[in-house]
C-alpha cells in the first residue's frame, strides 16, 4: 500500500507520524493535503545505519554519530547519493529510532520513510491511534490506514544536528541526545 503512494499513521519513539516512502511523489504530496501544510521538510526514518548509506552521503562524523546514537534520538542532515537522481536537490533530515515497529516498517518498504507528525500543520503531537483518528476525521484527505500501537509516552522530538567534514556540530533543534560543539 505505501509502496503505491499510500500514507500510513502509525507511532514512533516520539509520537504517531505520516509515513510513505520517501522517494514516493505521490505519498509526499498526499501527507502535505493531509496537514495542509507546504513545506517538504520531514524527518525521515530508517531501518539502520545501512539502510540509511545506501540512499545518503555520510561523512566519518556523522558515521561516528549514528555508531554512537543509533538506535535512538538522533537525526542527522544529510545529502542523497548522487546516483538517486531524486529530481529535487537538498539535503535530508534521517535518523534510525529506537522503536523497532518503525525501523521494520522503513525494512519492509526497502527505502527509509517520511516519519511527519500525524497531526494538521499547527497542531500539537498525537500519542494515541484515536488521536489521529480524531485528528483528521473532519478532514477532506486522510490517512489511507492507522496502525495502532497503543498509547505512547510523551518524550521530546528527537536532536536534530548538521555535521561538517571537519566535526562541527551544530544542533539545530535540541532533544533528548546533548552534542557537544565537535564530534
Not at 516520539?14 to 493535503?33: E, W
Not at 494538521?120 to 492507522?146: E, L, N, R, T, W
Request: aromatic fraction near 8%; include cysteine; proline fraction near 5%.
Amino acid at each position: 500500500m505505501m509502496k503505491s503512494g499510500g500514507v500510513i499513521a502509525c507511532p514512533t519513539d516520539t509520537s504517531y507520524g505520516l509515513g510513505c516512502p520517501f522517494r514516493s511523489r505521490r505519498g509526499i504530496a498526499k501527507i502535505l493535503k493531509i496537514k495542509n501544510r507546504t513545506d517538504r521538510k520531514f524527518v525521515l526514518i530508517a531501518a539502520s545505519a545501512e539502510q540509511v548509506e545506501r540512499f545518503f552521503q555520510l561523512n566519518k562524523w556523522q558515521k561516528k554519530l549514528a555508531r554512537q546514537y543509533w538506535p535512538g534520538a538522533l537525526s542527522l542532515i544529510v545529502s542523497p547519493l548522487a546516483s538517486l537522481k531524486l529530481g529535487r536537490s537538498g539535503r535530508f533530515s534521517v535518523r534510525v529510532p529506537s522503536y523497532k515497529p518503525a525501523r521494520e516498517l522503513a525494512r519492509l518498504v526497502g527505502e527509509p520513510i517520511v516519519a511527519t507528525s500525524a497531526n494538521i500543520a499547527g497542531a500539537g503531537d498525537v500519542y494515541s491511534a484515536s488521536a489521529v483518528f480524531q485528528q483528521f476525521a473532519a478532514q477532506k484527505h486522510q490517512p489511507d490506514m492507522i496502525l495502532d500501537g497503543g498509547r505512547l509516552k510523551k518524550v521530546k522530538p528527537s536532536t536534530v544536528a548538521r555535521v561538517s567534514g571537519d566535526g562541527k556540530i551544530k544542533v539545530l533543534r535540541s532533544g533528548p541526545i546533548k552534542l557537544s560543539s565537535r564530534a
